[in-house]
């Protein structure tokens, strides 16, 4: 710790606020926004987009949210189920390396972030649902999905991530959030007591 209050003479205050979390849907839980880093691009990650579309986006959604930059493990990267909390994932471009240092790569983002912001034009962007209120609606989504045979039991997380992706675009507001959420109660309503 006094390593890193050294390194962070002039915001000293940032090593006294910081918290651990044993579970990232835990730590996530009251951010609106969360973009994750990838290496891999492949068709189940979802589009990834570069540094600087991230750094675009980011700069009115922070506005009215909190957001979450989600790092992995240099010599990992993020798992599938870490990247099932991110909203966006965001590539940084390697010339053929596999990764880049962890600080290297929150330099980059924070790099254009900063430039985004102090050369973006303003636009309204409404507070989002956080990420937990968005975990409650995918656990409901998929039981309820689940009970009426639409997705495969052996692997229900295929059809659930490629949902997450689509959801995650349109960028859900805390009350459409409760308005699939009721949505959802209705149709077990519905399934429970019959087709009268």
């Known amino acids: 710790e006094a390593a890193a209050r050294a390194m962070l003479r002039v915001r000293a205050d940032l090593i006294d606020r910081l918290e651990h979390r044993d579970d990232l849907g835990e730590a996530l839980g009251d951010f609106q926004y969360c973009v994750g880093t990838t290496a891999r691009t492949g068709g189940g990650r979802g589009p990834v987009v570069s540094p600087r579309e991230m750094a675009a986006r980011l700069v009115d ?28 994932l965001v590539n940084i471009p390697t010339a053929g390396f596999k990764s880049l240092n962890l600080s290297h790569a929150v330099m980059v983002l924070a790099y254009e972030i900063f430039a985004a912001r102090e050369n973006g034009v303003r636009r309204f962007t409404p507070r989002l649902a956080s990420v937990a209120e968005l975990e409650g609606m995918y656990v409901q989504v998929q039981g309820l999905l689940s009970r009426i045979g639409f997705l495969n039991p052996q692997n229900p997380g295929y059809w659930m991530m490629h949902l997450r992706r689509m959801l995650s675009r349109t960028g859900l507001t805390a009350k459409e959030v409760r308005i699939i959420r009721g ?11 019959g087709n009268a």
Do not use: S, Y
């Open 61 to 88: 959604i922070a506005r009215e949210n909190t957001v979450a930059l989600l790092f992995g493990p240099e010599d990992t990267g993020l798992t599938n189920d870490e990247i099932r909390f991110c909203h966006l």
């Open 183 to 193: 949505i959802c109660r209705q149709c077990d309503w519905f399934i429970k007591n």
